[in-house]
């Protein structure tokens, strides 16, 4: 079964601290593998998107890893910011159309002053 | 402003009542998307739209219907309302290619009471 599965749940934070979340995924056949940002009330943000051969890609303070060997992924958020406080979802592509998205259930960060 | 624009942002309506949500996208893209997020935040989608074809229809009831009249528009019709069908709706859209990245709108809140 298709699965994505993020940890932690929740994170809190100070500002100015660096996190890390964690991906796994079962998704079979893997296409592409992407993170999004998504602020209470709206709608998520696209904030990286790696394919099998990408092992890293940065978007600004955010760092994705993708290990494909052992389907992990990680986000990376350094020198974190009042504004990094929302749900952060890993959403993996099955190789296929457009629409095979499996997504995660989000991690909640919350960053403190 | 270029985005995915989706109304209302609140539906409040009783149980067996029929609705409809619009979503508009003026970013030129050629695929749009229905997706559900429930009160676990899993994001499920429901619909595509590409060049008026639906191309996905994942399992939803037949009283959810999605009308596109034009490339930049996907509206969501619901009829018969019930309780479970209370969840954050949120409109996407995107270029055809498996790398293009969601742009989603900030979702249409629905409680069915």
């Known amino acids: 079964k298709n699965q994505v599965e993020q940890s932690p749940q929740s994170l809190i934070i100070l500002e100015g601290k660096n996190c890390t979340l964690q991906?796994?995924?079962?998704?079979?056949?893997?296409?592409?593998l992407r993170w999004y940002k998504q602020d209470t009330g709206r709608g998520p943000v696209s904030l990286t998107i790696?394919?099998?051969?990408?092992n890293t890609k940065s978007n600004g303070r955010y760092t994705a890893t993708l290990d494909a060997d052992t389907k992990q992924s990680s986000l990376h958020i350094t020198a974190s910011q009042l504004s990094d406080s929302a749900s952060y979802i890993c959403?993996?592509?099955?190789?296929?159309?457009?629409?095979?998205?499996?997504f995660g259930k989000g991690t909640k960060l919350s960053v403190k002053p | 402003d270029t985005a995915v624009s989706q109304t209302p942002k609140y539906l409040v309506t009783q149980m067996g009542n029929d609705k409809s949500i619009k979503c508009e996208q003026n970013?030129?893209?050629?695929?749009m998307y229905w997706y559900k997020q429930d009160s676990k935040k899993f994001l499920k989608i429901m619909f595509s739209?590409?060049?008026?074809?639906?191309?996905i229809n994942e399992t939803v009831p037949n009283r959810f219907s999605p009308k596109s009249p034009d490339k930049a528009h996907l509206n969501l019709h619901i009829n018969s309302l019930e309780l479970g069908d209370s969840a954050v709706y949120f409109c996407?859209?995107?270029?055809?290619?498996?790398?293009?990245?969601?742009?989603f709108g900030n979702g249409t809140r629905l409680t069915v009471t």
């Open positions: 996407a859209s995107s270029h055809r290619g498996k790398y293009s990245p969601l742009h």
């Open positions: 970013l030129g893209h050629d695929t």
């Open positions: 739209y590409n060049n008026k074809e639906l191309i």
């Open positions: 991906c796994n995924y079962t998704v079979s056949p893997f296409s592409n």
């Open positions: 790696m394919t099998f051969s990408e």
């Open positions: 959403v993996v592509s099955a190789r296929g159309s457009q629409g095979n998205l499996i």
